[in-house]
């Protein structure tokens, strides 16, 4: 009794003069960074010092996913799995918060450093998350190199949103919207557009009902890529004809590509970039006063995936 | 007139064979029944005869043509059948059940018509079912649900009537109601086959008897000529009284014969 | 003691039933119309109006209507086929099997190229996940070996169904599990309308044919056969009937289950149990019930997407219970 006692004690001890090592050499920069999520992914590239970041998660690999895929080449990818993070010899662990708890608890418990950052809702995410990045990494002054930058390209682009913006919808189908505390309503916001879904009370990712888009006559219609990988329900919703007529009597039409809007970073102002480029379409083929939109003819229905 | 004939009928179920060499006729305007111990085939007898069963060997002729090529139809409009088992699925009321007879004389879809409300009027009144026309028949005692459902064969209005072990649960009253109600069938010109358990309905009411064991025709012809004493020891293996008066013969089963008697003290022992 | 069967009102009853049920239906949605412009707009063109009217609510009425009917008649025809009133075209893995059909058609991609090829894959799912439990179960065996089957042929579809979403290389198609196993009317078009109801209407007609069959049947398959019924004909229709009608239905909806087990269930003593009359009855009933299922889930949460598989089972259930405290008394 005693010496099973004793030996639990024992690895007790050892976990936590392990975790005390961690902590230790936290002080130092990490040399082996394992990123895991990709949000953690992208910060990382832009951040690390050559040589640090030893692998990335799989999807850093994919340009639809990844908007940094470029950079991501040539750096191994991992599953996400433990015991693959495990074997890697990581010091530092970058995760998401949403990434698999089970897989995190077990990195933990096996001594090694988990940082998990939110996923990026807004502007200020992505100051918060560059700054909080560059000091994991030991790489502060690269954040604020890179954050000085962010700021001087968004002065140049931002133009602000009121009540007199155009409208958009945000219509990713049956997988529905981005609503208010989004990346994309924080994009639409920056680039002087309202968003239909935070109008009518969505929070984050929501549905948008079709008939709502329809009656609220948006100036512009957003989507996003059609069928990443294989097809599905959701995008069989941007055949429908009711959208399809909405379409029409819009005057712009876009689709966002992922890369830009599934994770926070500097390269969400090209997000930016390419709505407020579309404001000024739309402004320019805004009716001088009144309602003087047509309602939607017969004619050849407009295929979204195939609009700029 | 012969109404429907067998000539060397063989069927088997489920690969064993149960009638062999089966020859009978029945005549128009006779009521026939079927006798035998359990397990002599009666029951696949009536079955084939009913259309329903394929043969093995042999043909079934009615009224000169091979039974097997009648429509299905038309077969039903000539031959009504009542099965042994008394079932109906949902709680139809016994007017629905009676009514099912008519099927095979209406069109898909088409309405009730006089005549189909006439014959199953007369089919509800010749077995005394008036009074429980609206009752559902799951809530009948069994000798009412065999009453409804022989009189579902009668507003068929066939000119064959095969009915297996009608008057099973019959108190001696409907018994003796049911027979004659074949009788005057009978009278009327149409031919009824009904396998019975009771030898004594059967040698008082029938033109004629068939008495079936093994899968064969052992006997066939007027009760008073074929059900005798050695006959039933023979085929039921019974020791029996046999009498007769004014209304016929009188059967009374006293014992076992010797030889079943000494089959049954041998499985007693252990 | 008698139930008679009152036809004469009962089917005009049910009938417009359904049809209010729709009109309200057509009343309702996200966009919060009023509803005397909303009706007016179906005829008057009412620019954005008109096209929410046209274009979203009435084929959402369109099709809940229909497939309320296609879920009830089969429901009906299942169970007068095999006498059991605990048959239903999600129990026996007919739904599940036409689901795994249809995500096989669109998940496959094969729909996007050949629009026919959906509900033709979900027939052909519903057809042989019911030829599957028909031959397990056995023929004329009691209600148990037919449960069973069903519950193995349903099991295998949804497992193989999750299969297939699971593996797909689209991030969306895992989440579409619950769509296809809760089934849903959201965002339907005249298209969907179209692609279905033909099976729909054909299916319908086959299992109407066969209902002359199925009041033989409740005497027994010999019986039924003494009177004529073509027991391999009928067979064929209640399996080429059910399966296009189910089929087609959980290409458009995915599986709403329930609607084909109550209906006939709740209608069986108006109809006086009468197999035939039962199934144009539950035709109209299926359609009251799915429609104001719907407008239930339109009620409770417009802005979400409220399955109407859920919706279905939350009304169906008490009465469903309700039936079974009462018929412990009688008898079914």
């Known amino acids: ?308 | 007139m012969t109404a429907l004939e067998t000539r060397a009928l063989c069927v088997a179920l489920d690969g064993r064979p149960v009638l062999d060499r089966i020859d009978l006729a029945l005549q128009a305007g006779e009521f026939v029944g079927l006798i035998g111990p359990n397990g002599a085939g009666k029951s696949t007898l009536l079955r084939a005869l009913a259309g329903l069963l394929p043969t093995r060997g042999g043909t079934i002729v009615l009224d000169g043509r091979p039974l097997a090529r009648l429509p299905a139809g038309a077969r039903a409009r000539r031959i009504a059948y009542v099965a042994q088992a008394r079932e109906v699925a949902w709680s139809l009321d016994v007017e629905a059940v009676v009514g099912l007879g008519r099927l095979p004389h209406r069109a898909a879809f088409a309405p009730e018509t006089r005549g189909d409300r006439a014959a199953i009027d007369a089919a509800l009144a010749t077995m005394a079912l008036d009074g429980l026309r609206g009752h559902r028949v799951d809530r009948l005692s069994g000798g009412e649900l065999a009453r409804v459902l022989i009189a579902r064969a009668l507003a068929q209005d066939a000119e064959l009537l095969l009915a297996d072990e009608p008057a099973a649960g019959l108190d001696p009253a409907h018994q003796i109601a049911l027979m004659t109600v074949f009788r005057r069938l009978a009278g009327a010109g149409r031919t009824v086959l009904a396998s019975l358990h009771d030898l004594n309905l059967a040698a008082r009411w029938c033109d004629r008897v068939i008495v079936l064991a093994g899968g064969r025709i052992v006997a066939t012809g007027a009760p008073e000529a074929v059900l005798d004493a050695r006959l039933l020891a023979s085929v039921y293996g019974i020791e029996a009284h046999v009498d007769r008066d004014p209304g016929g013969l009188l059967l009374v089963p006293t014992g076992l014969s010797a030889r079943s008697a000494a089959a049954a003290r041998s499985e007693d022992r252990p | 003691m008698t139930l008679s069967a009152p036809d004469r009102w009962l089917l005009p009853l049910l009938g417009g039933l359904a049809l209010v049920l729709a009109a309200v239906s057509l009343t309702i949605g996200a966009a919060g119309l009023a509803p005397s412009r909303a009706l007016a707009a179906l005829i008057v063109d009412d620019g954005a109006v008109s096209i929410v009217m046209r274009e979203i609510r009435l084929p959402r009425a369109i099709l809940s209507v229909s497939l309320g009917a296609a879920l009830g008649l089969s429901g009906a025809a299942l169970q007068g086929y095999l006498r059991n009133p605990l048959a239903d075209a999600g129990l026996m893995g007919i739904g599940p099997g036409a689901a795994l059909g249809a995500v096989a058609a669109i998940y496959g991609g094969v729909s996007a190229l050949f629009p026919l090829a959906l509900p033709l894959m979900a027939l052909a799912g519903g057809f042989v996940a019911m030829a599957l439990v028909l031959a397990m179960a056995g023929r004329g065996d009691g209600p148990a070996g037919l449960i069973l089957a069903g519950v193995a042929v349903s099991s295998l579809a949804g497992a193989l169904t999750a299969l297939a979403l699971s593996l797909s290389e689209n991030p969306f198609a895992a989440l579409e599990i619950v769509y296809w196993m809760l089934g849903s009317l959201n965002d339907r078009s005249m298209q969907h309308v179209w692609l279905a109801l033909p099976f729909m209407a054909g299916g319908g007609l086959l299992l109407v044919l066969a209902g002359r069959g199925l009041d033989a049947l409740s005497l027994g398959a010999e019986t039924a056969r003494s009177l004529g019924v073509n027991m391999t004909a009928l067979r064929l229709l209640i399996l080429a009937g059910t399966a296009a009608t189910v089929g087609a239905a959980t290409a458009i909806a995915g599986a709403i289950g329930f609607v084909g087990l109550v209906v006939p269930h709740l209608l069986r003593p108006w109809v006086g149990a009468r197999p035939s009359r039962l199934l144009l009855a539950s035709a109209l009933g299926g359609a009251a019930l799915l429609t104001a299922a719907d407008i239930a889930a339109g009620l409770v949460a417009p802005d979400r997407d409220l399955k109407l598989g859920v919706v279905t089972a939350l009304i169906g259930t008490p009465f469903f219970l309700r039936l079974i405290a009462a018929g412990r008394s009688g008898s079914r």
């Not at chain 1, 970041?53 to 850093?60: E, K, N």
């Not at chain 1, 994991?136 to 954040?143: C, M």
């Not at chain 1, 000085?148 to 009540?163: Q, S, W």
């Not at chain 1, 970073?265 to 709505?275: D, I, K, N, S, Y």
């Open chain 1, 1 to 308: 009794m005693m010496r099973r006692g004793a030996a639990a004690a024992a690895i007790f001890g050892m976990v936590l003069s392990m975790t005390a090592a961690a902590r230790l050499e936290a002080a130092e920069p990490p040399r082996r960074v394992v990123s895991v999520n990709l949000c953690t992914d992208q910060l990382a590239l832009l951040l690390a010092a050559p040589g640090q970041l030893v692998s990335v998660s799989r999807l850093a690999h994919d340009p639809t996913m990844a908007a940094l895929a470029g950079a991501a080449q040539g750096i191994p990818a991992n599953s996400g799995k433990a015991e693959e993070i495990y074997l890697l010899r990581p010091d530092l662990v970058l995760a998401g918060t949403y990434t698999t708890r089970q897989s995190l608890d077990m990195l933990r418990r096996l001594g090694i450093r988990v940082e998990a950052f939110p996923p990026e809702q807004s502007l200020d995410d992505i100051r918060r998350h560059i700054r909080r990045m560059g000091a994991l990494l030991g790489r502060e002054a690269a954040a604020e190199a890179l954050l000085a930058r962010f700021e001087a390209d968004l002065a140049v682009l931002a133009r602000p949103r009121t009540a007199a913006s155009p409208l958009a919808a945000v219509y990713f189908g049956a997988a529905g919207t981005a609503g208010r505390d989004s990346l994309v309503d924080a994009v639409l916001a920056a680039a002087g557009w309202r968003n239909l879904a935070a109008e009518i009370g969505v929070v984050g990712v929501g549905l948008l009902p079709l008939e709502r888009l329809v009656v609220a006559r948006p100036d512009a219609v957003i989507g996003e890529a059609p069928d990443p990988g294989g097809p599905a329900l959701a995008h069989a919703s941007y055949r429908h004809p009711a959208l399809l007529a909405a379409i029409r009597s819009a005057t712009g039409v876009t689709v966002l590509p992922d890369r830009l809007t599934i994770c926070g970073g500097p390269f969400t102002l090209e997000a930016v970039r390419q709505l407020r480029a579309l404001g000024d379409r739309v402004a320019t083929a805004r009716p001088p006063a009144g309602d003087g939109r047509t309602a939607p003819g017969p004619g050849a229905a407009p295929d979204i995936e195939a609009r700029p």
